[in-house]
């Protein structure tokens, strides 16, 4: 962070930070802003856009109170693709070969594009990008309606820019201490943010998909490879897989974004079950599109086999720790080779926890500065715990399997959010208890 007091204020890129919302409460929004306001950047060198639907009336009438609140709010309405005013994106997907679900398959051609994030994300990207042609470059950014990020947020995107093309900020839950079904979701963006995403980056060996929140492009390399794909459940893995294609190279901002987690196994696994919609569609004809080799296809899959390998270890760990102890009782049933495979699988296991647990305590300090609050998490997310939990993941893989089969999840289904992070954001007080 220490090269960004080298770099001239007049070569601090202008980054834009797409805030798309749908039906949020006031109060969420509210506490979203209050972190942008402590924004550690030239004023002059960002913009905030909300990006709500037009006809969202509840939402977008929250948005022009709290723009008289917060000055550097801007409120750019999305309006149906009936509009007019969408007409420069279909010329400019057309003219894109990237842009192939325009050009080529069952929906090319297709302008009734499905009401959902990405859909407002593309209108608000293209608008922009046209307003600054001939202005140069600057960078896009967007975050979920809950996030709250950092003061350096931009401040490591001026830097992290100068030596890569496509960055992604940690996340980490404030609420994870609210409920149990908060503790275990909590704990899936502290397993893939701070133990496997950095592997993603590989120096541009490993193809990546991005988070979806918290991170930053080039606006002239996503002009460039044709925006987002509007027909994917979500738009993350598929993005960052046609980057990664094209020879853009992922970095990682280490310093999380605060956001809230489903605090109720019904909310977390309908959010779920879309990200898994999303991996299965984005792994499929996306792949072939972008010319895919074998070899990397084989490497991009290896990005879903944690998700889908869970439930494997809730049936695998509890059935090799029982073959173990007939062994040790003299009564075991199996060969002594599949043991040799057990006794390994378990070892690797328990070597992987003591990684993930040890991970967990460190990050966790940034919104449970208390030990025993940090503790407790690492109590709730025991290691029995976490096998029950990974047993309940096989609901959302087969829920987002469903989806991806009938070609459903178009619309946005979205989250939930509840106001949960406000005291972090707000008072600086890492954890209180719910009410």
Request: charged fraction near 20%; include cysteine.
């Amino acid at each position: 962070m220490d090269e960004i007091y080298t770099i001239p204020a007049e070569e601090y890129p202008h980054i834009v930070l797409f805030y798309p919302v749908l039906r949020e409460l006031e109060e969420t929004m509210r506490t979203t802003f209050h972190a942008l306001a402590r924004l550690d950047y030239p004023r002059d060198k960002y913009s905030i856009i909300a990006i709500p639907n037009a006809d969202d009336i509840d939402t977008v009438a929250s948005l022009m109170r709290l723009r008289d609140e917060f000055t550097f709010l801007e409120v750019l309405p999305v309006p149906s693709t009936s509009d007019a005013r969408w007409q420069p994106i279909w010329d400019a997907w057309k003219n894109n070969p990237h842009a192939y679900w325009f050009n080529r398959g069952a929906r090319a051609g297709v302008r009734e594009l499905p009401p959902k994030k990405t859909r407002q994300l593309i209108y608000a990207f293209y608008t922009t990008y046209r307003e600054w042609a001939g202005t140069g470059d600057f960078l896009v950014n967007y975050i979920d309606a809950d996030s709250a990020p950092p003061a350096d947020h931009f401040k490591a995107a001026a830097v992290g820019i100068r030596h890569y093309d496509v960055l992604q900020a940690t996340n980490i839950a404030g609420n994870l201490l609210h409920s149990l079904p908060a503790s275990w979701f909590a704990f899936d963006h502290l397993v893939w943010d701070a133990n496997k995403y950095g592997h993603l980056t590989a120096n541009g060996k490993h193809p990546y998909w991005v988070l979806g929140k918290g991170l930053f492009f080039k606006a002239s390399d996503l002009y460039e490879l044709g925006g987002f794909h509007p027909w994917i459940t979500i738009e993350d893995p598929e993005v960052g897989l046609r980057l990664w294609k094209n020879g853009r190279k992922l970095g990682l901002i280490d310093t999380p974004l605060i956001e809230e987690v489903p605090e109720t196994l019904s909310n977390g696994i309908r959010q779920r079950k879309r990200w898994v919609a999303g991996f299965f569609q984005s792994l499929n004809v996306p792949l072939k599109e972008l010319r895919f080799t074998r070899m990397e296809r084989f490497k991009a899959w290896l990005n879903f086999l944690p998700c889908i390998s869970l439930s494997v270890n809730a049936v695998g760990i509890p059935i090799g720790i029982w073959a173990i102890v007939r062994w040790i009782l003299g009564t075991s049933p199996v060969p002594t080779w599949s043991l040799i495979l057990a006794a390994a699988n378990l070892f690797c296991f328990t070597v992987m926890l003591l990684k993930l647990y040890i991970v967990t305590w460190t990050r966790t300090k940034a919104v449970l500065p208390g030990r025993l609050a940090r503790l407790w998490y690492l109590i709730r997310v025991n290691p029995i715990s976490l096998l029950i939990f990974w047993l309940v993941w096989t609901v959302p893989l087969w829920l987002g399997w469903r989806m991806y089969r009938k070609d459903t999840g178009l619309t946005w289904e979205r989250t939930r959010k509840i106001n949960a992070n406000n005291d972090i954001v707000r008072t600086g007080v890492a954890y209180t208890k719910p009410s």
